[in-house]
């Protein structure tokens, strides 16, 4: 059967696709930009979008598992719902949903809510779903690689309790594994929720000091107020996105995102090996 990749082309996306080709799994991708898209050539491509009910209906056309990654954007919310709306019309019941680490209680957070109601949706619907609840990624160490490279400064504020920042990698090869498990089963399988995360529980001046070892001089934490990160953010995407980003960065201050017991361990278990470091993330980063 042929199982359904939604966000293809991001970072996850584009690792998850790779995964599910290595295990030889039938993959079709909904992207705006087919002719910018990078897949293997077993891959079926097909263009459209979460709000186009036409395309999403060709879609879904004899696909029997669903992996749904929503963007944050504004319409964040009605993609979701008219996505898992139209895979039940079309008689799929197997979801794999990337939704966010403490989804359930971050609700000040639009995206963090948005992803808990899309949860809900699932159970309420009586989807057979897993859901990956990741925190954040050390991808987007990426955004702030300039900074720390040409003025020292660790810009992101982390505050002091502790981020289990996790690997774009790790996600997807777990998506991967439950992807290919619910559309392998004989029956539908009971939902579950896993906790994405890294190896290393990072502060602000835990992080800064990573980078301060591997550079061979100091960066210093720019410190846990989110207002410089907010205005450095609105330089380079919309204003509302930015104030959101500032958002989870307060909730990252207040609560972290620390693992929940044996939440390592089981990742450990699935990938069969170490989870990906972020000193190694930022050692590539550099080079």
Do not use: C
């Not at 690792?15 to 599910?20: A, E, G, R, S, T």
């Not at 910018?36 to 004899?62: H, I, K, N, W």
């Not at 309420?124 to 859901?131: E, L, Q």
């Amino acid at each position: 059967m042929t199982i359904l990749v939604t966000g293809a082309t991001g970072r996850v996306g584009h690792h998850l696709v790779q995964q599910l080709v290595q295990r030889d799994a039938k993959v079709r991708v909904l992207t705006r930009t087919p002719a910018s898209a990078d897949f293997p050539a077993t891959v079926e491509v097909m263009q459209g979008d979460l709000l186009d009910l036409a395309a999403l209906r060709r879609a879904f056309a004899g696909v029997s598992t669903l992996f749904l990654l929503n963007a944050v954007t504004g319409d964040e919310f009605t993609q979701a719902l008219i996505t898992l709306n139209i895979a039940r019309e079309s008689g799929v019941e197997r979801v794999v949903y990337l939704s966010v680490f403490g989804a359930d209680s971050a609700v000040s957070v639009p995206h963090f809510a948005v992803k808990f109601g899309g949860e809900r949706m699932l159970d309420a619907m009586g989807f057979s779903a897993t859901v990956l609840r990741p925190t954040y990624f050390i991808d987007n160490e990426v955004m702030i690689r300039d900074i720390i490279l040409q003025h020292g400064i660790y810009p992101m504020p982390l505050g002091g309790k502790g981020v289990a920042m996790v690997d774009a990698r790790d996600i997807a090869e777990v998506a991967a594994l439950e992807l290919i498990r619910r559309d392998q089963a004989i029956d539908k399988l009971p939902s579950e929720t896993i906790n994405l995360v890294g190896p290393d529980s990072l502060t602000g001046t835990g992080a800064a000091a990573i980078w301060s070892d591997l550079l061979g001089r100091p960066v210093h934490y720019a410190g846990d107020d989110p207002h410089g990160f907010e205005q450095n953010m609105a330089t380079f995407m919309p204003a509302w996105m930015a104030y959101e980003m500032r958002l989870m960065a307060e909730r990252y201050v207040s609560d972290g995102m620390l693992p929940e017991p044996g939440d390592r361990e089981r990742l450990v278990r699935l990938l069969g090996r170490p989870l990906h470091s972020y000193r190694d993330f930022a050692r590539a980063l550099i080079a």
